[in-house]
């Protein structure tokens, strides 16, 4: 596994802003009535489901980045972020994915 270097200082504080900002929200959801409090808690699942997915698209392309930058081999890869070589594999694709849907998008709105 590989060894977790601690959070650049903005990070920790951008991820601890991001902690107070759900429990502002689940503070004035708890106080709202029922039918109103479930609707708002809806679409607070719905923000954070939207947030982890952008998370870990990031993390993909941060993988892919990093093996692009430092020519590295799947295992290589693999065994220096902490994962599997099979999951290693499975963060470059979906970081190349995300490129193509970036890439067909820009041309999209150009043509």
């Not at 590989?2 to 200082?9: L, S």
């Given at each position: ?45 719905d923000v954070l489901r939207e947030l982890a997915e952008l998370a870990a698209e990031l993390r993909a392309q ?50």
């Open positions: 596994m590989a060894t977790r270097q601690p959070p650049e200082p903005g990070v920790t504080t951008a991820l601890a802003n991001l902690r107070r900002a759900y429990e502002q929200a689940a503070d004035v959801i708890s106080a709202m009535p029922g039918q109103r409090a479930f609707e708002a808690a809806t679409g607070l699942a941060t993988a892919a980045r990093i093996a692009e930058e430092e020519k590295l081999s799947l295992a290589v890869l693999a065994t220096r972020i902490g994962v599997s070589k099979a999951r290693a594999a499975q963060l470059v694709q979906s970081a190349q994915k995300a490129e193509l849907r970036t890439t067909d998008k820009r041309e999209t709105t150009r043509g």
